[in-house]
């Protein structure tokens, strides 16, 4: 469970950018031999509107609101390890993101998402990577499209110093087809910077880049995790 502050996000259906803060991120897995089963969320979703960038859209309510807050997006799936050999595993992901946001508050949409992924795995002594692509169908908030096709990937790294635990990630998504994207379904790329000190018992921070202009500019997250 842990928090994060963000700064330049933007939230696309209420057409404005600001800094956001999230409450209560939390991520549970239980793993059963070759399956894993997953469950994450945000507890609540706190935002400032520093500027406006786009009118917004018609389903939101009183657009002129400086600050609004609203329970994060939530997200069920399941891991199935396919194939182990030598510390290399292929990996297929599979699941959806529940229509749990408000889409009169306007900070995300109020729409269901599916999403199916294959990756890989590689470890070696202290050092892991992780590469994974896959498909989302994304719910949209727009009359003119029922849904949007987006390229899910991403890329990371880690390697253990006894305890300490560095990595880093790249991770988002993409719609070519439609060049600038639908209202709230924009395109998004993160770099993620990890410092992890434990390993059964662990404290966690994440900072945050940007690479989309609908993801925030910088950011930072601080988690506390343990695995029974």
């Not at 992901?93 to 949409?109: C, H, S």
């Amino acid at each position: 469970m842990g928090v994060g502050v963000y700064a330049d996000q933007r939230a696309s259906p209420v057409g404005a950018e600001g800094l956001l803060v999230e409450v209560g991120m939390v991520r549970l897995q239980w793993r059963l031999d070759r399956v894993a089963f997953e469950a994450a969320g945000t507890v609540w979703r706190w935002f400032e509107a520093r500027r406006r960038f786009a009118d917004p859209l018609s389903v939101v309510e009183d657009p002129s609101a400086r600050v609004r807050s609203d329970v994060g997006d939530f997200r069920i799936g399941t891991i199935v390890t396919v194939a182990e050999a030598r510390g290399a595993s292929v990996l297929l992901r599979f699941g959806t993101r529940l229509p749990t946001t408000d889409d009169a508050v306007g900070l995300e949409r109020d729409r269901t998402d599916f999403f199916a992924t294959i990756g890989g795995r590689l470890a070696r002594g202290a050092f892991a990577a992780t590469l994974e692509t896959g498909l989302g169908i994304q719910g949209t908030v727009e009359s003119q499209y029922d849904q949007v096709d987006v390229w899910l990937y991403s890329a990371a790294a880690e390697y253990q110093w006894g305890a300490l635990t560095t990595g880093i990630a790249l991770v988002g998504h993409t719609d070519g087809l439609r060049g600038p994207g639908v209202r709230g379904n924009e395109n998004l790329s993160e770099l993620q910077a990890d410092l992890r000190i434990g390993r059964r018992r662990w404290a966690r921070l994440t900072i945050v880049r940007g690479l989309a202009p609908y993801s925030p500019r910088l950011g930072a997250a601080v988690s506390l995790g343990l695995a029974i």
